[in-house]
């Protein structure tokens, strides 16, 4: 990461002048970066804004910043796209986040389904959240995708409600078949399965849901590489790309 080190912090209320920047975020900026007072860092609220500041001191727990000025980020997608994935054992998921994150995508579900074996629970939830805000930082977006995680597919599948294209990746579809990626505009959620895929009941149900099959070539991909594959196929076709 180069140029100025940037930082996550509480949103914004109204005209502020000075932040205290606490917590992990204090933390990785005074014992990895080794900040140190009188540096000039960017501050970010999720608002979309970028906050220029120096830092005014140092505290045991906490740092001073001083505002000095801001812009709206202009790295951010212009159009939604939402990740639905399967729980994938290992790290993978968080290999997920990290690269999805970097392709533009806004919101990421994780679920389980009739053939996932990977075990989710809270801690696991919060340490994607945390690849999430460092992949931000890394590729300098403005906003941390949201993390959400849905104990069935149907869930997943029903917090899709309102986008304008749902597109569901199925092995059973053969090369060439399915829908045609290069025809989408508008908000876009993609819903990729774990390593076991899905059952022909999962698939009848996300077409009853309004989604549309979805083919990834002829050869099969492990599920993390699908995931990637998908975020690029759709961040491509919306134009975030180019």
Do not use: W
Request: hydrophobic share 40%; glycine share 10%.
């Amino acid at each position: 990461m180069s140029g100025r080190k940037r930082f996550f912090i509480e949103k914004l209320q109204g005209d502020v002048s000075e932040v205290y920047l606490e917590g992990e975020e204090f933390i990785h900026a005074k014992t990895v970066l080794r900040v140190e007072e009188g540096a000039e860092i960017i501050l970010l609220d999720g608002s979309g804004k970028e906050y220029s500041a120096i830092v005014a001191k140092i505290e045991k727990h906490r740092l001073l910043a001083h505002i000095t000025g801001s812009i709206d980020g202009d790295r951010e997608p212009q159009t939604e796209i939402y990740l639905l994935c399967g729980a994938l054992k290992g790290d993978k998921t968080e290999l997920v986040v990290q690269k999805a994150t970097e392709l533009g995508v806004t919101k990421i579900g994780v679920f389980a389904s009739e053939y996932c074996s990977a075990f989710m629970n809270g801690n696991k939830i919060e340490r994607l959240k945390k690849v999430a805000r460092e992949s931000a930082k890394q590729c300098m977006r403005s906003r941390v995708p949201e993390i959400e995680y849905f104990n069935d597919l149907v869930g997943a599948l029903k917090s899709a409600d309102g986008y304008d294209n749902k597109l569901f990746a199925c092995e059973f579809l053969e090369s060439g078949s399915g829908f045609d990626l290069s025809r989408i505009s508008g908000s876009t959620v993609a819903v990729v399965g774990s390593e076991g895929g899905f059952s022909q009941k999962e698939y009848k149900l996300a077409t009853a849901s309004g989604f549309a099959g979805v083919s990834l070539g002829k050869r099969i991909l492990r599920a993390e590489t699908a995931a990637i594959s998908m975020c690029a196929l759709v961040a491509y076709a919306l134009g975030e790309l180019k």
